[in-house]
């Protein structure tokens, strides 16, 4: 650690332990239990102190030296918002990994920079906003529906993918010190919550027992109860008539009852005053703060607590319930360290030489690798380095933008796609670029010096897509006309127009670098370009990334973690939130690209697949063998997926596909390798209307294979699956 920031903690460790008449105060004291210091540091606050740190700007309170404390933080991929840090790939681009272990690592070298990045700010004494340990990711809601802006900060529509990449990212996150913390970790937004963006302040998501239960819960169960996550935030809608931040069936009956959960709720940002002002179920803030209070919100992003004290006053609530919220509060704040001096936790010496370090730039770019989904490949990849001219062209190969997503960190050292094509080009080549395209609207000049050129040379590399101007949160996307949602699923048209000029009367081979977060209409593009390259926000690896995998250093491996459709006509109505009809588990139309696909340059094979019965036994596991042969000419990694088809009791709602689980593994041309499974009982139940979980009534179907087994897979190209039957007990 730095001189000045080991000075600088003493000094502010000497000052907490000299506060007049506390010399001596259990709060200190980090060798008392936690909860005796958390209720000796209530006892020695007034109402007003109580009520000002259950807010997320919680103020310095000076006669005991505590200093003032920001809750708010972000670090969906990278610590965001806040000092330089590494941008990892946005957070749908980590779901196609298909990879919880390379989710662990990541989450590990954020929550490492975060803080580095912390401890070097309070040296300089700087408790500003979004300078933390408290951070407020990961999302897990499910991305149900294209339409939804923010469903790229998800890790996309299966609520298994999202419960084990979840898991994995808040165990990173939050370290595996038996006593500390190493940042708070968060999940959100709880519950049911998917868009409209422009009506998330009154809107009630309507929900069955079943699709709760299957859907929408279970990921945060898992956080819950597997990766022990810190804290939940409760969501701006109403969910089955009750608001979220008011909700007693999701934050008491099942959070706190029915998973034990622990730690602390805050309130999503502003959500707090949508009581009285969106979903009217109270008159006033006053009666909001009371009404969060009571049904188990302790932290309000926002100022609607600071009525707490007036609510007091006049009888709705009673001082005892504040100190009940605030020592689960406090909890958090203690179980980080800060009221225990320097170097009291593992975590303390962490300085700069962590952030954005040559260790993590790697690690960003090997997540940007393993993320970025091939979806049409005619032979054209990959290129040779040695050509003699490429054109790169198009409105996001030079963009910033288009690495970042929503939720972003920065730093000084981002790899543009098309910087990262020019430093991987042979001498001897040539390598022009010209913009040729704006991102969403045509050409205001009518003079086109593009693409003429661009057919006169050995390859042309279109970057185009979408970027966090059209796709984001509710106020962010300053180029959407929808609040941040995408009502309309085509690319903008003059980037489709552009394409075809290239394409006309030219056989030049044309390779679409396709950028964006959420499923869009790719049509097209697959019917114009020779090979489609799915980026989604790469982070800022994501040009030299592009660059391995156009130019054969690596092979793309990374898997849609959610369904393309062909038309929005395909889906029910955005504001439903019924799960039938949608995503690839009840969408029965054929998408444009199925959930699980991604094409490779290496060749896998599934000849069999074994299972260690024949029929399923009450409260016993099924082990299930695969065997996966690489029979092509380049090395590869497979994300290997087991789904699961149930035979359909009559008149249920029965998923026409689950995943259940999956692995990734290498293979060199020619190897073959067995992959096992463990399937356990309460993986092959089904929920049945009530929300009940039930054995299978008739014969279970065991897929393993590279993609969603339906033949829409393997005409896009990839390998038929192996099946296996389980007979029901």
Not at 230 to 245: D, F, K, L
Not at 442 to 465: R, S
Not at 652 to 672: D, E, I, M, N
């Amino acid at each position: 650690m730095h001189k000045r920031l080991l000075l600088s903690s003493a000094l502010a460790w000497l000052s907490l332990q000299n506060v007049q008449g506390q010399q001596q105060a259990l709060y200190l004291n980090p060798n008392q239990p936690l909860n005796a210091r958390v209720s000796d540091l209530i006892a020695k606050l007034t109402l007003e102190e109580k009520v000002s740190q259950m807010l997320d700007q919680s103020p310095a309170i000076q006669r005991l030296n505590i200093p003032a404390y920001s809750w708010w933080n972000e670090a969906l991929h990278g610590v965001g918002r806040s000092a330089p840090a590494t941008v990892f790939p946005q957070a749908i681009g980590l779901g196609a990994t298909f990879d919880d272990d390379l989710a662990l690592r990541e989450a590990t070298a954020i929550s490492d920079e975060a803080r580095a990045v912390y401890n070097a700010a309070i040296a300089k004494n700087h408790y500003v906003k979004y300078g933390g340990l408290t951070f407020w990711t990961p999302n897990i809601n499910i991305f149900r529906d294209p339409r939804w802006g923010r469903g790229q900060e998800t890790y996309g529509e299966d609520p298994t993918l999202t419960s084990r990449i979840g898991v994995a990212f808040v165990k990173g996150l939050q370290g595996n010190d038996p006593k500390y913390l190493k940042v708070a970790a968060c999940a959100k937004h709880y519950a049911v919550h998917s868009g409209p963006e422009k009506l998330r302040h009154e809107f009630n998501a309507q929900a069955s027992p079943q699709d709760l239960r299957e859907t929408y819960l279970p990921a945060f169960k898992a956080l819950v109860k597997e990766g022990n996550v810190e804290a939940v935030m409760c969501a701006y809608n109403s969910t089955n008539g009750e608001p979220c931040c008011g909700n007693t069936f999701l934050l008491q009956d099942v959070l706190r009852k029915e998973w034990k959960f622990r730690g602390h709720v805050v309130s999503d940002c502003g959500a707090l005053d949508d009581l009285y002002e969106g979903h009217k179920v109270v008159k006033n803030k006053t009666e909001a703060a009371a009404l969060a209070l009571q049904r188990g919100v302790e932290l309000n992003c926002g100022d609607t607590y600071t009525k707490l004290p007036d609510a007091v006053r006049q009888g709705l609530i009673k001082e005892s319930q504040i100190d009940s919220a605030l020592a689960i509060l406090l909890r958090t704040r203690f179980k980080l360290g800060l009221f225990d001096g320097q170097n009291a936790t593992p975590y303390d010496r962490l300085g700069p030489e962590v952030v954005n370090s040559t260790a993590h730039r790697a690690l960003a770019k090997e997540v940007a690798l393993k993320s970025m989904v091939l979806l049409k490949n005619n032979g054209v990849l990959p290129l040779r380095p040695d050509l003699g001219k490429y054109f790169v062209t198009g409105p996001n190969a030079t963009s910033v933008e288009a690495l970042l997503g929503n939720y972003y960190g920065v730093n000084g050292q981002m790899s543009t796609i098309l910087e990262g094509l020019v430093g991987a080009v042979q001498p001897g080549s040539q390598i022009e670029y010209k913009q040729g395209a704006l991102l969403d609207r045509p050409n205001i000049n009518p003079i086109d010096w593009t693409t003429g050129e661009a057919k006169q040379t050995n390859a042309i590399i279109v970057v185009m897509g979408i970027t966090g101007v059209l796709e984001g949160e509710e106020g962010e996307s300053i180029a959407s006309a929808h609040a941040g949602d995408r009502l309309d699923y085509n690319l903008p048209k003059n980037q489709i127009d552009f394409l075809k000029k290239l394409r006309q009367g030219s056989k030049t081979p044309i390779i679409a670098v396709v950028t964006g977060g959420s499923p869009m209409n790719l049509a097209e593009v697959h019917e114009l370009a020779d090979a489609v390259l799915l980026t989604w926000y790469p982070g800022e690896e994501g040009g030299n990334a592009v660059a391995d995998l156009i130019f054969g250093k690596a092979s793309p491996s990374g898997k849609l973690p959610i369904t393309f459709p062909k038309s929005l006509d395909q889906l029910p109505a955005y504001e439903s939130y019924g799960m039938k009809g949608r995503t690839y588990r009840y969408l029965e139309a054929e998408p444009m690209y199925p959930f699980g696909y991604g094409l490779s340059y290496a060749k896998f094979e599934y000849p069999s697949v074994k299972l260690s019965t024949k029929k399923i036994v009450k409260n016993k596991p099924v082990e299930v063998e695969a065997t996966i042969t690489n029979t092509g000419k380049m090395e590869g990694e497979e994300v290997v997926q087991l789904y699961l088809t149930h035979t359909a009791a009559k008149g249920s709602q029965t998923p026409l596909y689950a995943l259940k689980s999956f692995k990734r593994v290498k293979l060199q041309p020619g190897a073959s390798t067995t992959v096992k499974f463990t399937l356990t009982p309460e993986q092959l139940a089904l929920i049945n209307e009530k929300g009940e979980a039930v054995a299978p009534s008739g014969p279970v179907k065991v897929w393993v294979g590279g993609s969603l087994p339906t033949q829409r897979s393997q005409d896009l190209g990839a390998t038929k699956a192996a099946m296996a039957t389980l007979a029901a007990r």
